[in-house]
């Protein structure tokens, strides 16, 4: 079974500077999570979709990230513009439902923001 | 969000058992506890989740105290594989959703 896909692997940018990371769920999987990690610390929800609608956002910095999930299937997430502090790996995750089944994570996106 | 105490690191030899513990003394009769691990470079992956009861599956087996007011992790055997940052989370399932509120982990070293 295919995992749950990210691109970039790797990203550096400069600060004011737009970047944008995908992800491909696992098929089937109507639930999908991006989490921001800075170094050092554990994965924190940036947002939670159930199919394409958005369950929680509460933690999104709304003035300069976005995401969407068209068709309710691959999502993109959005930084713009860049700051120095956004520095971490994004971290795409996805699950069945919004119960309590276990979630599967990608490899992430690391980005530098210089 | 219930929160979680965890040690920050722990050590271990490799082929002996180790016991992560956790306290969770703010939980609730609905709150799941989830165990999930980070490898070095990757996504967290998951390891098992209870309730109430004792839970054993592949990868380890989870021992949840008669209060639930505190659980352990246990890998029966730890490999060099195994060295990772565990992460003990509470899950509340509601209607709107239930997401998985990350603290930082305990980074489990082994050594031959």
């Known amino acids: 079974e295919a995992g749950v896909a990210q691109s970039p692997r790797y990203k550096i940018i400069e600060k004011r500077q737009s970047v944008a990371f995908w992800c491909n769920p696992i098929?089937?999987?109507?639930?999908l999570y991006w989490y921001q990690q800075i170094l050092g610390q554990g994965p924190k929800l940036l947002i939670q979709?159930?199919?394409?609608?958005?369950?929680?956002d509460s933690q999104l910095p709304k003035d300069r990230f976005s995401a969407e999930r068209l068709k309710g299937v691959d999502s993109t997430l959005k930084i713009q513009p860049a700051k120095l502090e956004d520095s971490a790996v994004y971290l795409c995750?996805?699950?069945?439902?919004?119960?309590?089944?276990?979630?599967?994570f990608g490899s992430g996106t690391q980005l530098s923001v210089l | 969000d219930a929160k979680t105490t965890q040690p920050n690191s722990m050590e271990s030899n490799e082929e002996e058992p180790v016991h992560l513990p956790c306290n969770h003394s703010?939980?609730?009769?609905?709150?799941?506890i989830h165990w999930y691990r980070q490898l070095p470079s990757q996504g967290p992956e998951y390891v098992i989740h209870?309730?109430?009861s004792n839970v054993n599956n592949r990868m380890a087996s989870l021992a949840i105290a008669e209060d639930r007011k505190s659980s352990t992790l246990i890998l029966h055997r730890a490999t060099l594989r195994d060295a990772a940052v565990y992460y003990c989370?509470?899950?509340?399932?509601?209607?709107?959703?239930?997401?998985?509120?990350f603290g930082t982990g305990t980074q489990l070293k082994v050594e031959l």
């Open positions: 979709f159930q199919n394409n609608g958005v369950v929680d």
């Open positions: 209870g309730l109430t």
């Open positions: 703010t939980i609730s009769g609905t709150d799941y």
């Open positions: 098929s089937g999987h109507a639930t």
């Open positions: 989370i509470l899950r509340v399932l509601t209607g709107g959703g239930n997401k998985l509120t």
């Open positions: 995750a996805s699950s069945l439902g919004a119960g309590m089944e276990k979630l599967f």
